[in-house]
């Protein structure tokens, strides 16, 4: 798995926990909901770090607590 599907499943994961729909996640992180839905757009491959750091933010955890997960431990090279 790539570093963006990973991210991306992450808050999937984060927001089924705590039963939050997308559109809060936006209205929580101070971005447009079309922002949330874009990024999780498999076709679209960049995320904007500052954008990342926003939705982390509206889940109310730190950057630490985010990537502690099994998911990013095992990651494809991303240099192909």
């Known amino acids: 798995m790539c570093i963006k599907d990973a991210i991306v499943e ?3 994961e984060l927001c089924a926990q705590r039963s939050i729909k997308y559109n809060e996640l936006a209205t929580r992180s101070g ?3 079309s922002t ?6 498999e076709a679209r491959r960049d995320l904007s770090v500052i954008t990342m750091k926003k939705f982390i933010d509206g889940l109310d955890m730190s950057v630490t607590e985010f990537f502690d997960t099994e998911i990013f431990r095992n990651l494809e090279q991303e240099i192909k």
């Open 10 to 12: 992450r808050f999937k």
């Open 31 to 33: 971005v447009t909901p």
């Open 36 to 41: 949330v839905y874009g990024m999780m757009n």
